[in-house]
């Protein structure tokens, strides 16, 4: 027995062990889908490796008594992960990219976007309201949204209805929803619904003639900033908008380029894999720099319009009350 037990012990001390992969992420249960569906995809592509899920909490899952735009932080949702990943206590995490700040820390990337669920956000409503639209909700009712991009456009389009900042994650919103007789409705990311299995409590898709979605984190919390984007025939279509606090005021306009991906990939050994703190080996530069041109080519057209002015009266009247 000992000597076998002695071969047993020799042969695994020869064998490699796997390499283990930390992967940071929120506590949340919506994070931690979306944690498991990239760990998952990661195994099946790298067989060779492990991979561990180190889940914590952010300062934006904390305070929950406060308007995100009222908070003043950056990064709420990401900090204590962006320290964990400069400590070497993670080595890689999972974000939505709507929570990522507008620019990245030194020496941090974005190595990859996975493919995108639908964009668009959605009313789930009291069940007293089922059935019905945010246009036919009786006058003065109480939509609970934590967004002021969201809210500044659907006071713009929905001016009989009532716009309350609402926290927690989604379960916490559902039941201040269900339980609370204070919200008709809220507004939720319909992917954040559709990953949670919750598709049946969606009331109404909000199509970008209604509210347009956000794009990454520009602008912050403090300030509504939304866009539309599409393809047809090799042409990016992207539009973009500012609002006032009341959505009264606005700001909004479209332009495109030609998207050319070839079959193959033309970039150089030496080009920069880098382009608006994402990293796409295997994407081709051309595109990527149209894309990103595009958009800088609209936000200064958006500010030689006014957009600023705007924006400006937004941060100071969100800061002041």
Known sequence: MSGNGNAAATAEEDTPKMRVIRVGTRKSQLARIQTDGVVATLKALYPGLQFEIIAMSTTGDKILDTALSKIGEKSLFTKELEHALERNEVDLVVHSLKDLPTVLPPGFTIGAVCRRESPYDAVVFHPKFVGKTLETLPEKSVVGTSSLRRAAQLQ???????????????????QKLDELQEFSAIILAAAGLQRMGWQNRVGQILHPEECMYAVGQEGGCSVPVAVHTAIKDGQLYLTGGVWSLNGAETMQDTMQTTIHVPVQHEDGPEDDPQLVGITARNIPRQPQLAAENLGISLATLLLNKGAKNILDVARQLNEAH
Do not use: A
């Open 156 to 174: 713009r389009k929905f001016p009989h209805l009532e716009f309350k900042s609402i926290r927690g994650n989604l379960n916490t919103r559902l």
